[in-house]
T-cell receptor, first 112, second 114 residues
Framework: AQSVTQLGSHVSVSEGALVLLRCNYS??????LFWYVQYPNQGLQLLLK??????LVKGINGFEAEFKKSETSFHLTKPSAHMSDAAEYFC??????????FGAGTTVTVRA | EAQVTQNPRYLITVTGKKLTVTCSQN?????MSWYRQDPGLGLRQIYY???????DKGDVPEGYKVSRKEKRNFPLILESPSPNQTSLYFC?????????????FGPGTRLTVL
């Protein structure tokens, strides 16, 4: 069975500061990992995904994530936060039956 | 435009009154799924369908029904809603291809059961 743990339900950063959202996974098969973003009152939008082609994955809006098999992690980063990055972020792992198993989510607040 | 649509977007109802939330996708995807989102719990899968007439339970199926009579539609049925089904519901679809393929989500339906 697959599962995802997101460390920290809320993260507050200053505008221009580094954004770091932590995600650890467990999987009995080689994982496919995803980060989704949910802006207020909207659905989920794919930020980036790991498909085993490269361990450092670049996504939209300046986000990137690094897959570390030894640490079973897939942390999301952005070098410089913008006010528009305020949202909820979900890490997810894909399972054999196409189900996505989601973490509990991390809400990002950006301070001016 | 490729999209997943859900209706209604907002619904307030009372305990026991049957309701249906519709989901439709225009991408010819084989796989469709329903999730519910609750604070602190992330998204949990309710039911999924691998193709027409093929459905199966997810992690939290109690109190829900689905059907898949057409490839594009996957309605979620609550025969006797209860307050603990108050939640934000998302429909999603994807191709039945590599596990790395992306799931596409609808805009969500916010349901309140009084």
């Amino acid at each position: 069975a697959q599962s995802v743990t997101q460390l920290g339900s809320h993260v507050s950063v200053s505008e221009g500061a580094l954004v770091l959202l932590r995600c650890n996974y467990s999987s009995s098969v080689p994982p496919y990992l995803f980060w989704y973003v949910q802006y207020p009152n909207q659905g989920l939008q794919l930020l980036l995904k790991y498909t085993s082609a490269a361990t450092l994955v670049k996504g939209i809006n300046g986000f990137e994530a690094e897959f570390k098999k030894s640490e079973t992690s897939f942390h999301l980063t952005k070098p410089s936060a913008h006010m528009s990055d305020a949202a909820e972020y979900f890490c997810a792992v894909s399972s054999n039956d196409y189900k996505l198993s989601f973490g509990a989510g991390t809400t990002v607040t950006v301070r001016a | 435009e490729a999209q997943v649509t859900q209706n209604p977007r907002y619904l307030i109802t009372v305990t026991g009154k049957k309701l249906t939330v519709t989901c439709s996708q225009n991408m010819n995807h084989e796989y469709m799924s329903w999730y519910r989102q609750d604070p602190g719990l992330g998204l949990r899968q309710i039911y999924y369908s691998m193709n027409v007439e093929v459905t199966d339970k997810g992690d939290v199926p109690e109190g829900y029904k689905v059907s898949r009579k057409e490839k594009r539609n996957f309605p979620l049925i609550l025969e006797s809603p209860s307050p603990n089904q108050t939640s934000l519901y998302f429909c999603a679809s994807r191709v039945a291809g590599p596990l790395s393929d992306t799931q596409y989500f609808g805009p969500g339906t916010r349901l309140t059961v009084l």
